[in-house]
């Protein structure tokens, strides 16, 4: 039976752990009831410090990759307004 519920399943890349670790990537999928991708969203993110080498090596992303990425702020309010407002968030 379905409920017409959507969750959104994101995962998030940073430049370490807190409270010095900064965001670098967000991706996220929105599926419906029933498991069914509907949507996606993906962002590089600027950080305002460097990428320690060992977070280039883990996660793919370099410091040249986020080179024209925009700030946190911006990307996280692109985030929110995507995001369905009565989706179900999975980290």
Partial sequence: MS?????VAFDCET???????RLIEISALLFA????????????VS????IPAFITELTGISASMLAD???AAEVLENFASWLHPDAILVA
């Fill in 3 to 7: 409920t017409g519920r959507m969750w």
């Fill in 33 to 44: 009831d029933g498991g069914k991708r509907v949507d996606e969203f993906h962002a590089l």
């Fill in 15 to 21: 430049t370490g752990f807190p409270p010095s670790g």
């Fill in 69 to 71: 990425a925009e700030p």
């Fill in 47 to 50: 950080p305002p410090t460097e």
